[in-house]
Nanobody, 120 residues
Framework: QVQLVESGGDLVQPGGSLRLSCVLS????????MYWYRQAPGKQRELVAS???????NYADSVKGRFTISRDNAKSTVYLQMSHLQPDDTAIYYC??????????????WGQGTAVTVPS
């Protein structure tokens, strides 16, 4: 029921910055928790950052102080502003949404991913 489209991935030199965007298609963005995950080849997908419908944020320890997640409800868009990028940040970044329901399953969505490459 939910379509997510990420954009903004690129090749960035160590120490550089990049902003990822994710647009949710539908009418439920304001009520939906938004998440950024990333996955490097051969590694598990990990949660990088999240922002709730009430704008509460959380970050993985590895990105605290470097990444900022934010949302624009008018544009149904979530952002991940990344700075001081490191080679370990190289991964495919995925946008995820979850709208909790008390009756029936949660409404969830995943984007196709956008690649971030930080060479050594």
């Amino acid at each position: 029921q939910v379509q997510l489209v990420e954009s903004g991935g690129d090749l960035v030199q160590p120490g550089g910055s990049l902003r990822l965007s994710c647009v949710l298609s539908g009418s439920i963005f304001r009520l939906t928790g938004m998440y950024w995950y990333r996955q490097a080849p051969g590694k598990q997908r990990e949660l990088v950052a999240s922002v709730s419908s009430g704008n509460a944020t959380n970050y993985a320890d590895s990105v605290k102080g470097r990444f900022t997640i934010s949302r624009d409800n008018a544009k149904s868009t979530v952002y991940l502003q990344m700075s001081h990028l490191q080679p370990d940040d190289t991964a495919i970044y995925y946008c995820h949404s979850r709208l909790r329901r008390t009756m029936g399953p949660d409404i969830v969505g995943w984007g196709q991913g956008t690649a971030v490459t930080v060479p050594s």
